[in-house]
């Protein structure tokens, strides 16, 4: 008998990820997906994904995948749950806010979301409750600030070179990303460019990733003395007539102050900062100084240290100082986050935002939630909360000040999710979400330069509801379902977004399946001059004054040490430097079969990524007396956690690495990494520095 094929369906990736893969999915019946490929005729993705969403069907089909709205029996954190319908739990979460509202005012309500999914309906619907009800807002600092900040900080605009001129560089340099982990698409571009043309493909980490291995020249450094490398390569730019300086006079502003900064900043002085090697400094500068076919991928490591901002911008100033933007397959990029031009205004109520609503730091949310007046703006405390697409008890900074928030009796905390996630077992109610294949939502990739529509592949099970579904059926029991937003499908809001863009519409997207937005090359090299009011590159970084794509509300004002910013390219000491009682750097990078915490649930990724485990050079390990696998506590001011050690020489001396995000139940003492990573505001406009933490090691 002839079987019969499974249908093909195409949709987008909704994770939070730059490349947001095109994909195609095997449909195998009503409420049923098999393999999931990436899209060839998409010229980004080109048919490769990541194995973590090759293997999604088990993560749509997990027989641990929440399915019934649960309400809290006994204590916080006991795990007893009852079962209650969708009616009661939404009649439920109303009359909770409602109360709340009436005993504290509305801003003691706090929505707080994240990038679960990366669909701007089902994730930033959230919006138009939190402001047609004028709960509090949320300022979203945790991801993007630094690494953003400081591209904008010099070209003036969120936009760079076409990744895929990757394939068609001469030397591609991969800077703050384990790309082969989180960016799988970047090695595609970038291995074709070594395969083609005897590209080198150049890696600037911290330790001997994925990426790191797969790299012709590998360049370790110090966490957090990346603007350190940068200087000394502009510096021997100079100083041997590598730079362009025709290209430096009609484009950038002021060169010769840049000049003189750098005089004495070289590779002897970058080399005792960065640990790597005086040659190894003056190579790499020799390189791309014969080569100017040289692409810049530059990656959000970068938004993970306090230093940040003045890192990116320095790293992204020295493609300017060679004059490498003015060739195809030469440049930077870091994000097309600039280009879209989306007019959200429907999907997040717009219309009736109040400017004098307060802003909550989500970075902060530990601070927050325990009361601390400051992190509070001065206004009520935080009583009420409904939680879509993140996981804060496990992914956000100061994660015992987190718990101890959530765990709080005079808090309400409503959690609609997938699974039961660190956050959702320390819930009131936890009401089960449908997944991306499930619903209709539109997506843009940050990473390259498509907008694709995400159509509902199959079926969610009966149990389960959308984000946009749970929104508008709170809108009608808070008495807010008149309001403009309200009352549309997903389809709808789509469309009304696509045409007040300036888009052709949803019919044609729907045809079409995606479309590429990448601005002409003259535009994406900035060979017509950079977003800036003169046209110019801004070798002098305008801290205070800059225009940034997500600069904190004038309410909350510049955040962290912004007078110790440096206004040129410059190692800034910023950083939680070692010291006698913290003599080790704690980094912590993502692994590659989870993003964030999500696929931490299934199965495959937990089995491919072994377990959660502490990485130390040997060198360390035997001053200390440690041995591998042995259980080892690494700790801070914040708190301790306890690991089994890997003792790996891909590990600079000094530095420590975990790889995660495990949920907070894998580790021994039932608390996760992010026990010691901090929540302090980051220069000049806020982020959490999740790479940048000093510690101490010993024996558990």
Not at 49 to 60: L, N, P, S, T
Not at 195 to 211: C, H, L, M, Q, S
Not at 423 to 432: C, E, F, G, N, S
Request: proline residues 7%; charged residues 25%; aromatic residues 8%.
């Amino acid at each position: 008998m002839n079987q019969i094929a499974p249908a093909k369906a195409f949709t987008a990736c909704p994770h939070d990820c730059p490349s947001t893969c095109a994909l195609e999915v095997e449909v195998l019946g009503p409420s049923r997906i098999g393999r999931v490929r990436g899209a060839e005729e998409n010229s980004y993705t080109a048919g490769v994904i990541c194995a973590k969403v090759a293997r999604y069907a088990e993560r749509v089909h997990h027989p641990d995948r929440l399915m019934h709205p649960l309400q809290r029996v006994g204590e916080k954190g006991g795990g007893e749950w009852r079962p209650i319908s969708w009616d009661e739990a939404l009649d439920l979460v109303a009359e909770r806010f409602v109360q709340a509202e009436a005993r504290h005012g509305s801003e003691t309500v706090w929505p707080y979301y994240y990038a679960g999914t990366m669909g701007l309906v089902q994730r930033d619907g959230i919006h138009r409750l939190r402001h047609a009800k004028r709960y509090s807002n949320q300022f979203d600092s945790i991801c993007t600030n630094l690494a953003w900040t400081g591209f904008v900080a010099g070209t003036g605009k969120l936009a760079g070179v076409d990744p895929r001129e990757m394939a068609v560089s001469d030397c591609v340099v991969i800077w703050g990303t384990n790309a082969v982990a989180t960016q799988v698409n970047v090695m595609t571009h970038a291995v074709r460019a070594r395969k083609e043309r005897g590209a080198p493909i150049v890696v600037i980490d911290i330790y001997d990733n994925p990426t790191m291995r797969q790299a012709d020249v590998a360049l370790k450094l110090r966490p957090g003395t990346d603007g350190a490398l940068a200087c000394a390569l502009m510096h021997v730019a100079f100083r041997d007539g590598t730079a362009d300086r025709a290209y430096l006079a009609r484009f950038a502003d002021d060169a010769a102050g840049l000049e003189a900064h750098l005089a004495t900043r070289g590779p002897e002085w970058a080399a005792d900062i960065t640990g790597l090697t005086i040659a190894e400094i003056e190579s790499f500068a020799t390189l791309l100084g014969r080569t100017p076919r040289s692409y810049f991928r530059l990656g959000y490591g970068f938004s993970r240290q306090r230093n940040g901002a003045v890192a990116m911008h320095a790293a992204l100033s020295v493609p300017t100082v060679f004059g490498h933007w003015q060739h195809e397959g030469g440049g930077a990029f870091h994000s097309n986050s600039g280009i879209w031009g989306f007019d959200k205004s429907l999907i997040e109520g717009h219309a009736y935002r109040d400017p004098t609503i307060r802003h909550l730091d989500q970075s902060r949310i530990g601070a927050v939630l325990t009361g601390d007046p400051g992190a509070l703006a001065g206004g009520p405390p935080v009583t009420a909360m409904l939680v879509q697409n993140t996981n804060p008890a496990n992914v956000a900074p100061e994660q015992r000040l987190v718990r101890r928030g959530l765990m709080r009796e005079d808090l309400f905390v409503c959690v609609h999710e997938q699974f039961m996630t660190d956050t959702a077992k320390l819930a009131d109610l936890v009401l089960p979400a449908a997944t991306s294949m499930e619903y209709d939502d539109i997506y843009r990739g940050g990473g390259q330069s498509h907008v694709l529509l995400g159509p509902k592949v199959i079926d969610h099970p009966e149990t389960v509801r959308t984000n946009h579904f749970v929104i508008e059926q709170l809108a009608k029991r808070l008495g807010v379902a008149d309001r403009p937003g309200f009352g549309l499908t997903e389809r709808e809001l789509i469309d009304d977004m696509l045409k007040r863009s300036g888009y052709r519409g949803l019919e044609a997207l729907e045809r079409e399946r995606w479309e590429d937005r990448q601005p002409p090359f003259p535009e994406a090299h900035y060979l017509e001059g950079f977003g800036t009011k003169d046209g110019r590159f801004r070798f002098r970084a305008d801290w205070v004054g800059m225009a940034a794509p997500n600069r904190p509300p004038l309410s909350m004002g510049l955040l962290g040490p912004v007078v110790d910013l440096p206004s040129f390219p410059d190692h800034a000491p910023l950083i939680e430097e070692a010291d006698e009682s913290h003599p080790f750097r704690l980094a912590t990078p993502p692994a590659r079969q989870f993003l964030n915490s999500t696929f931490a649930e299934t199965s495959g990724s937990r089995q491919r990524e072994g377990r959660p485990e502490l990485r130390s050079h040997p060198d360390d390990a035997a001053r200390l007396g440690l041995s591998a696998d042995q259980r080892v506590r690494v700790g801070n001011q914040r708190g301790d956690v306890v690991l089994p050690l890997r003792i790996d020489d891909g590990m600079k001396p000094g530095v420590l690495v975990h790889e995660g995000l495990w949920p907070n139940g894998a580790f021994e003492n039932g608390e996760g990494i992010n026990v010691l990573t901090g929540a302090d505001p980051t220069a000049p406009f806020g982020g959490a520095a999740f790479h940048d933490n000093r510690v101490w090691l010993r024996p558990a």
